[in-house]
Each structure stands twice: as structure tokens, then as C-alpha cells.
């Protein structure tokens, strides 16, 4: 069913043919010119505050042989017709900002095959270009908040016409320098085209048809020399060939990037080579973005595709975190030489559905991260590259099996993770399992479940720990990167109150109640994952994502009372573990 706002775009666009078509005097058999006269209404985009659509109109170059095409804008009473490019070789997707400050639309500049997003700012001005990309932009769109833009795009190479030399100026298709105010302007015809040469047909990415082997050879390039010929097709898929594209070559996959207006900068999404994204479709708050998924070029006989969440956070700002980190750390140390400076630690989720695993381990490589903790599988490939650089691994582990495995795989620490943990936990108490781990492997041992105070710590250490793992603990203080209202959760929490499932992830973990309910979710009956699914990838198990929206908690919210600052609560803590240890009188 067509919406109001639709009808109303194609009567203003339409408008004029009907008129015409009312006033013409008799029918004619068609000609030639009725083609290259024709004009061709398409893609109106209808501007945030409802006032202008914006819109394509194509036409045809006798001369050119070519199609040529601008964008031009209606007010939302017909009366007002602004162009605001002028005609060029595929013009394009006009699409607003959702804060109306911009129209951007696609542009092929002269002598390439590769289509540009040209910004035109409705303050005034000519069109920039946001990008300058050597890939084939497939689509784009805008985030709510106006500040970024997630693009399609397929790995490409740069074509140029022979013969053809760089655009002299402005090419075709940038912002018309002549273009009228929309305040105050009446309709105007299209200015000339600019001719453009026209472009090479490319018969594919990456793969060339080719003549069978008792064709004529391949005429002289020069003297004595002949070119080779093409390599044959393979065809390995029932979706080898289309429209446009040509054959569809082997690693020619569309992926998601993200696009800084501000800066340029574009940054890599989704990079995983067996699978294709398209459609991406921003979330209200410009966190998220939900996309379709298949791993072929398109549908194939089964037509399988997916919709797949992902945090619009590009891997790359691992990269600028650790930076960041490594820096001020090291330039604390530079200013107080006699410091104790504590080594940090990133976390890493070894398993496949994590999509950001091989990045952010090269990350960790590349800042020397000097701990790195890891779970689920035996990370055999991570402790190879951590020692590379004298980095050490802790694995978590919630049972004897799994941390035989980790032994073997040469960690240097192995975390049991017990009864109460936050997170992803198991349901062994300390006794046992430390006691469990220590038989069969000499290495330190990390103790986490339930501990929130300077005694808990003294416990650890008494039942054969060499280390104390508090995470939930330190959620609850000023330097905690987490929302006040998870905080607060936090301190009104009981023991009680956190519930242990796998829906979230697949695997067992400890979250809390409070979180679990404003999900919309029953925190007394959740139903238990399918544990072949699970997804610890940038979209997740479930719409509601664990961490983000489920938040992860321990049994130690019983010792939680407060938000402080880390320092306070290390020096109250230190001050409990030497009054637990006076208070034994051995």
C-alpha cells in the first residue's frame, strides 16, 4: 500500500506528463527523438521537515550514446523546481540527513567506473566529496544522529578510460555552481550535458569470458609478441552471473563500512570473506545496525539469508583504545619513575562466531598488551602470539577438563571461574575446584566467584590461590565505564537477584535480575539455548545483546553498597585483608 507521503511525491513528480498528455492533440506513431526526449522520474527522497523532495532525473545523449542523469528538488507544493547538479554519467541515491543540513548523493567522476558520495550542504556552496574509494559503493545510508554514514561496498579496481586525462575542474555531476536559492526560485530547464567519454564495458569482477581453445589466436600486441590468453571461468556456484556485474568471481564480496562525515574516515564493519552484507538499516539511537547476511553473491538454491545485528563500532577502535591506553600509561611512568604502574589485560572470546577475534588479537599483538584473557576454546594460536612478545595468558575455565586442556595448550595462568562468578561461570565451589586444578597443574591459579571485599581475597589466597579475580566490584565505582542505572542496579541488588542462563549467549552465565525483566523477559522462566547456536560475534544470541542490554553481574552485589573511586576502594580493601589476616591467631 503506497503512504500518503508517497501519493503525494509522484503526483508532484508526474504532475507535468498528466498535463501533457491532456493537451496533446492527436496520437503519432513513436520516433527516435520521443526516446532521446523522454525524462525519467526516480528515487524521491522527501526532506526531514517535509518541505522539498529530492529526486533523479535521467536522460538520454544522442551524441554520447550515453544515459545521463542530475538531481533536482520540488517544494512539497510543486511549486519550486531547483537543479542542483548538473547532468552526468550515473548520478544517483540522493538520500537527506536525517538533521536536513545535507542532500548527498552517488557520482561516477569522468574517466572512472568507480562512484563517488559527493555531500551538497544546503547552507550553500558546491558539492564535496566525501569519499575517494577505489571499491564499488553498492549503497549507503545515514545514521539518526547525522554523523556517520554505513556504506556497501564491494572490493574493486580503479578503471580509466584510455585516453581519457583527469577532470579538468569541475567534473559532471557536481554541485551546479548556477543553482538558485530554493527560497525564492521559479523552475528551470536542465542545463546542457557535459559530454563524457564513454566508459569500458567490464565483462566481471575479476573474471574475463573467454573464446574456446580452437579460436583464432590472439592478434600481434607487438613485434614477436602475442598476448596471452584469458584463463577459463570456473563456475562453482548455481548464482555465477549478473546483471552489470558479470561474472561473479571468487572474493568479490560486499561488506559494511562506516563513514566519519566529519573526518572522511572510513573504517571497515564486517570483513568476514564467506559472507555478503546488505540492506543495513540503522537503530534509532545510531548504536546498532541490523543488516541481511548470506554467505553467496546472492540468494542461491536454497535462498538462505539472515538478519544479523551489529554494534556500529568499527574494530579499528580497539585500535585508538589501546593507543590511547599504552600511551597515557607509559607517559605516567616517564613522569613518576619510582611508580608502581599495574599491567591491564583485554579479554578475548575464542571461539568462531566471534567475527572480531583475528583483528583484535593483531591489535593485542601489535601494543604489546602485556595480559591477555581468554575462554571457551584452548587458545593454542593466541599463547603463540602473546608469548611472541612476552605477553602473558590467562585462561577461565569451570572445570577440571577444561583446564587440563588449557595446560596443554601452555597458559600461564588458569582462572576458576566458580559458583557466583559474573559473566560466563560455572557452578563448582572454590574448594573443589582449586583444589582440583592445583593436582594437575603447577602454574598460578586465579580464583573468581562472589568476592567483593579485602577478606574475600585473604580466603583466596588460604584455599591454594595465587590470585583473586573481582570483576563485578569494580563496575561500582566513578572510573567504571558502565550506565549509572547499571550501577545502581548493582547496589540494589541481592545475591538473590542474579539469574544464571544460557540464553544470552549459549553458555551458562550469571546476569542480573533487574536487566533480565526490562528486556521484557521473565527472568523465572527463560528458556535454555540451543548451544550449537551459540554467538559471541558483533550481533549476538538474542535481540536484547548480554553485556549491553542484559547486564552481567555476580553473587558479590551482596557486598556492594556504594559508587567510589578505584583508589578508595583498593585502600579499604587492602585495609580489610591485613585486619582479616591480624585477626587469626596462628
Known amino acids: 500500500m503506497k503512504t500518503p507521503t508517497t501519493l503525494l511525491v509522484l503526483s508532484l513528480l508526474c504532475l507535468a506528463t498528466v498535463q501533457a498528455a491532456d493537451t496533446s492533440p492527436s496520437r503519432r506513431p513513436l520516433t527516435p527523438d520521443d526516446y532521446y526526449n523522454t525524462q525519467i522520474v526516480s528515487e524521491p527522497q522527501v526532506s526531514p521537515d517535509g518541505k522539498w523532495v529530492a529526486y533523479v532525473v535521467s536522460t538520454n545523449d544522442r551524441d554520447a550514446d550515453e544515459s545521463r542523469s542530475a538531481i ?34 552517488l557520482n561516477t567522476p569522468a574517466g572512472t567506473d568507480k562512484s563517488q558520495i559527493m555531500l551538497f550542504d544546503r547552507r550553500g556552496g558546491e558539492a564535496r566529496a566525501l569519499t575517494t574509494v577505489t571499491d564499488d559503493i553498492q549503497s549507503y545510508e545515514w545514521s539518526p544522529d547525522s554523523k556517520r554514514l554505513v556504506l556497501v561496498m564491494e572490493p574493486g579496481s580503479p578503471k580509466i578510460a584510455a585516453g581519457v586525462p583527469g577532470p579538468p575542474g569541475a567534473p559532471p555531476g557536481q554541485a551546479n555552481p548556477t543553482a538558485p536559492n530554493p527560497a525564492n526560485t521559479t523552475p528551470k530547464p536542465a542545463d546542457t550535458a557535459t559530454d563524457v567519454p564513454k566508459q569500458p564495458t567490464d565483462p566481471g569482477k575479476g573474471a574475463t569470458p573467454t573464446a574456446p581453445a580452437s579460436s583464432v589466436p590472439a592478434p600481434a600486441t607487438a613485434k614477436g609478441a602475442t598476448e596471452a590468453p584469458p584463463k577459463p571461468i570456473v563456475i562453482d556456484s548455481m548464482h555465477f552471473k549478473e546483471d552489470k556485474d558479470g561474472y561473479l568471481a571468487t572474493g568479490h564480496n560486499r561488506h559494511l563500512y562506516l563513514l566519519d562525515v566529519e573526518t572522511r574516515k572510513i573504517e571497515p564493519l564486517t570483513t568476514d570473506p564467506a559472507f ?96 591477555i584473557i581468554t575462554s571457551l576454546r584452548p587458545p593454542a594460536e593466541v599463547v603463540q602470539a602473546v608469548h611472541g612478545y612476552g605477553g602473558i595468558v590467562f585462561h577461565d575455565v569451570i572445570n577440571l577438563r577444561h583446564a587440563e586442556k588449557a595446560a596443554a595448550q601452555g597458559v600461564d595462568g588458569i582462572i576458576a571461574v566458580c559458583a557466583g562468578a559474573g559473566g560466563h561461570a560455572g557452578l563448582l565451589s572454590p574448594f573443589a575446584l582449586v583444589k582440583q586444578i592445583r593436582e594437575v597443574y603447577p602454574g598460578a591459579i586465579i580464583l573468581s566467584g562472589a568476592m567483593s571485599s579485602g577478606a574475600d581475597v585473604l580466603a583466596t589466597r588460604a584455599l591454594g590461590a595465587d590470585l583473586a579475580y573481582l570483576g563485578t566490584r569494580f563496575i561500582a565505582t566513578d572510573e567504571g565505564n558502565a550506565p549509572a542505572e547499571y550501577k545502581q542496579m548493582l547496589i540494589d541488588s541481592a545475591a538473590e537477584d542474579i539469574v544464571y542462563t544460557s540464553l544470552f549467549s549459549g553458555v551458562n552465565g550469571n546476569y542480573l535480575r533487574g536487566s533480565v525483566a526490562r528486556a521484557g523477559l521473565d527472568p523465572d522462566h527463560l528458556p535454555e539455548a540451543d548451544k550449537a547456536k551459540m554467538n559471541f560475534g558483533t550481533g549476538g544470541n538474542t535481540a536484547a545483546k548480554a553485556w549491553r542490554d542484559i547486564w552481567s553481574a555476580g553473587q558479590s552485589v551482596s557486598g556492594i553498597h556504594q559508587v567510589e573511586r578505584v583508589a578508595a576502594l583498593v585502600e579499604r580493601m587492602e585495609g580489610e585483608y591485613a585486619a582479616a589476616r591480624a585477626s587469626f591467631n596462628f
Open 276 to 371: 555478503n552484507e546488505d540492506l543495513p538499516a540503522w537503530s534509532a539511537d545510531s548504536h546498532r545496525l541490523a543488516f541481511v547476511r548470506t554467505r553467496e553473491k546472492g540468494s542461491d538454491a536454497d535462498a538462505m539469508e539472515d538478519i544479523d545485528l551489529i554494534d556500529a563500532r568499527p574494530a579499528a577502535q580497539l585500535d585508538d583504545w589501546l593507543a590511547e591506553i599504552t600511551g597515557e600509561l607509559a607517559a605516567y611512568s616517564r613522569a613518576n619513575p619510582q611508580a608502581r604502574v599495574a599491567p591491564f589485560a583485554v579479554n578475548q572470546i575464542v571461539h568462531s562466531s566471534n567475527n572480531r577475534l583475528e583483528e583484535d588479537v593483531a591489535l593485542c599483538v601489535k601494543h604489546e598488551v602485556p595480559i
Open 72 to 105: 533536482w528538488m520540488v517544494s512539497w507544493d510543486g511549486t519550486q523546481q531547483v537543479q542542483l547538479t548538473n547532468p552526468g554519467h550515473d548520478i544517483s541515491s540522493p538520500r537527506w540527513s536525517r538533521d536536513g543540513r545535507y542532500l548527498s548523493y
